[in-house]
């Protein structure tokens, strides 16, 4: 989404070529590590805390179970807004879009090496899931996937792709199948960037061809962006936007499918992307609280609304991830 990448850099990308590789990958590593820490499990010692996910808070000697996370629980207050609907235990979701960064496979390789070195909360993640502490994944560029895999494997940070095409195999050059991400490694795709619907001309039917060819694969998960312009913002369209937008993005996708938690949610105020403008917590959760309805009405079930894990995507950074996580209906962040 923004402009702090899990080691990326902004849309121009001026820090990864003012700064040498290694001190570049050297203090976004250790961002990354820092931010993911002040969202992690408490010590053992620590009090209850907070983790912006219904305003759920657990002591550290009572863990996640997988029944925690599909039980409804109340609200506790502490995020600026509430809603009605049932209050679920989301898992948060921290991802990473590399966008078109580092410029060389030498300078990925150093990123993601100390990645890997100082992601210490994470090194097995079904552990890390029953313990609550957040599920994290990196978008690097294609050409990197396979160096990412091999680099991070046993860290707990998994990889995805920044974007994905509509058909299996055949002659279609240039385009990349579900398929082969998932026998590459890749276990997240993303779909319907801002960026790929302005500068590329995504429509939602063709974001909503790649979902359910992605879908066709049991081990890739989605991630599917939406998000309003300044203009429509600023003309009060926010709902209607992102309404379109997930109703085209996941027509005649089955009940189940949301229920399985295939389909993470990432909303992209596109203002808010690199032109240095910052969403509010309170219109972070303004905007959730819209998705979420959407999700309910498609649907027809508040359920499915209050299930689906919804990322905030627009110019995160280390510090605004608590503010930003500490609202209930935001479940993450894609940076």
Request: hydrophobic fraction near 40%.
């Amino acid at each position: 989404g923004g402009d702090w990448c899990f080691g990326a850099t902004d849309d121009d990308g001026g820090t990864l070529v003012d700064s040498p590789p290694s001190e570049y990958a050297a203090a976004s590593a250790n961002d990354v590590a820092a931010s993911l820490e002040s969202l992690g499990p408490p010590s053992v010692a620590g009090p209850p805390r907070s983790y912006g996910l219904g305003s759920w808070r657990k002591e550290a000697s009572a863990p996640v179970t997988p029944a925690d996370v599909a039980t409804p629980i109340a609200p506790e207050g502490g995020g600026s807004s509430a809603t009605t609907r049932p209050q679920l235990r989301r898992r948060p979701i921290v991802a990473g879009n590399w966008k078109l960064n580092p410029a060389t496979k030498g300078e990925a390789i150093t990123l993601l090496k100390l990645l890997a070195a100082n992601f210490v909360n994470h090194r097995d993640d079904a552990i890390s899931a029953l313990s609550g502490a957040p599920e994290a994944v990196i978008f690097p560029p294609l050409p990197y996937v396979a160096d990412a895999v091999c680099i991070l494997e046993g860290s707990g940070i998994q990889v995805g792709a920044q974007n994905v095409g509509c058909n299996e195999k055949g002659a279609f050059t240039g385009e990349i199948a579900p398929s082969m991400l998932v026998s590459s490694g890749c276990s997240y795709v993303l779909l319907g960037h801002s960026e790929r619907r302005t500068i590329f001309g995504e429509t939602d039917a063709h974001v909503n061809a790649c979902l359910r060819k992605c879908l066709e694969q049991p081990a890739l998960r989605i991630i599917l962006c939406v998000g309003e312009t300044l203009r429509e913002y600023e003309g009060g369209m926010l709902e209607r936007v992102v309404d379109a937008q997930i109703r085209g993005g996941l027509d005649g996708i089955d009940v189940g499918v949301l229920m399985a938690d295939r389909v993470v949610i990432a909303y992209e105020p596109v203002w808010a992307i690199g032109t240095g403008l910052v969403a509010t917590p309170d219109q972070a959760q303004a905007a959730h609280v819209a998705i979420r309805n959407s999700l309910s009405n498609h649907y027809g079930s508040e359920e499915v609304g209050a299930s689906v894990r919804i990322q905030y995507g627009g110019s995160v950074t280390p510090e605004s991830t608590e503010q930003l996580m500490g609202e209930v209906d935001v479940d993450g962040a894609l940076v």
